[in-house]
């Protein structure tokens, strides 16, 4: 699962998640802005940069590992110096691991323990967060912590509970993130089964329905593929792959504004690996003009 991606989008959508996970009052989040800032030289990428308004806060540099990787820590600290070095802030900092679980961490090395002992690094380990909560960003993180088992369950509980919510563009956020992670976690689940998690009435309002809907069409048309009269798609045997594309077409979509019916049709070709590749590119990617030749390029192979 590409939870480096999902992360990025679960701190830009829940801005106390940061706060929540590293045991901060959550009224600290006003006057921090978020963002996710690339460091040259070696391309590497924060999951999320927490950055103070206020010179007398601490920016707060955050980095999500799901499996185990030994150089996590000294790719970490590279990251971390180089921003210190591009950037040159003015305020204090604090990094934050973020580890599924406690043995998801490789055994820091001398340096590295001694800035954990000073509180320059932060450990957060995401299997001791409390099981009862009412944020939903620690329930969406908790679905995407959750076996293959227990993660329909969780999901239908998370649907049901959102239903009340009256925001409606929050609502439609959570059922969009409570789908993304089922079509990570489980990629052969079919649409009516991703659709059983919800109530039908409930569903049918959401953005997620009715984007997947108006792509589904599209792609049903490209592919020369029947659509049901029932729900209106039918995708067949390629119904997981297109999921995944009207999702990255929702996205770019969010970044670029609209898409044209070229560059949808174009995407709707890639391989699986490469639409993982594009979802990972997006964070690079600074116009339209960029997104058409990615795709141009490796469409080409």
């Known amino acids: 699962m590409r939870t480096d991606t999902l992360f990025f989008q679960l701190f830009q959508t829940f801005h106390t998640l940061l706060f929540e996970l590293i045991d901060r009052p959550i009224s600290e989040v006003e006057g921090y802005k978020f963002s996710s800032a690339e460091i040259k030289e070696k391309a590497f990428r924060f999951d999320g940069i927490f950055m103070p308004e206020a010179n007398d806060k601490p920016i707060f540099l955050a980095e999500v590992q799901f499996q185990t990787k030994e150089d996590f820590y000294s790719e970490f600290l590279a990251e971390i110096f180089l921003y210190l ?107 009516q089964e991703v659709e059983a998690m919800f109530s039908h009435s409930d569903l049918k ?41 009207a999702m990255l077409l929702r996205q770019l979509t969010r970044k670029f504004g609209k898409i044209s019916p070229r560059i949808k049709s174009q995407i709707s070709k890639l391989s699986v690996a490469q639409l993982e590749d594009l979802a990972e590119a997006i964070f690079d990617l600074q116009s339209s003009a960029d997104l058409s030749a990615w795709i141009k390029k490796h469409l080409a192979r």
């Open 85 to 191: 070095n591009q950037y040159r802030p003015i305020q204090d900092w604090q990094a934050i691991a973020i580890f599924a679980r406690h043995n998801s961490e490789p055994t820091p090395d001398k340096f590295c323990q001694e800035l954990i002992t000073l509180g320059r690094i932060k450990r957060v380990y995401l299997e001791d967060l409390p099981q009862e909560t009412n944020s939903h960003g620690i329930e969406i993180v908790q679905l995407i912590l959750a076996s293959e088992k227990k993660a329909p369950t969780i999901a239908r509980k998370l649907a049901e509970k959102i239903e009340q919510e009256t925001n409606t563009e929050l609502r439609d956020n959570i059922v969009e993130f409570i789908e993304a992670v089922l079509v990570y976690k489980f990629p052969k689940l079919t649409r």
């Open 205 to 245: 309002k959401t953005r997620v329905y009715q984007d997947a809907m108006l792509e589904g069409v599209q792609i049903g048309k490209q592919e020369g593929l029947q659509i049901g009269k029932q729900e209106g798609l039918q995708i067949g045997k390629q119904e997981g792959l297109q999921r995944q594309v």
